[in-house]
């Protein structure tokens, strides 16, 4: 599967971003699509994954309440909506996709494990 990420830009700090990924070359109708971050000089971090049959919805403690990851079965695309943003969630986006999740309570917050990456979109959230 092939994953466009857009949506990316510069807003104020407290403003909100929709962040789209759209996947091309199979129709998604099972696995994980997930968000990752990594901004300058940092290791790249989990965001948010969403289970594309069941729409069971994890996030990391850092966005918990003020990012929402959904799906659009009828787009073939994930989504990512940001709110009160603040200048620490200044980083580039990248969407990530796995289809078969593994055993564990943890997996789905490292990136090893999704094989399918697209392009980053840098998000920047000025103070």
């Known amino acids: 599967v092939q994953l466009q990420a857009s949506g990316g830009g510069l807003v104020q700090a407290g403003g909100s971003l929709r962040l789209s990924c759209a996947a091309s070359?199979?129709?998604?109708?099972?696995?994980?699509i997930a968000w990752f971050r990594q901004a300058p000089g940092k290791e790249r971090e989990f965001v948010a994954t969403?289970?594309?049959?069941?729409?069971?919805?994890y996030y990391a403690d850092s966005v918990k309440g003020r990012f929402t990851i959904s799906r659009d079965n009828a787009e073939n695309a994930v989504y990512l909506q940001m709110s009160n943003l603040n200048p620490e969630d200044t980083a580039v986006y990248s969407c990530a996709s796995v289809s078969v999740g593994y055993s564990g309570n943890t997996w789905y917050r490292r990136a090893a494990n999704y094989p399918d990456w697209g392009q980053g979109t840098l998000v920047t959230v000025s103070s």
């Open positions: 969403i289970a594309w049959g069941s729409g069971v919805t």
């Open positions: 070359g199979r129709t998604l109708s099972s696995g994980y």
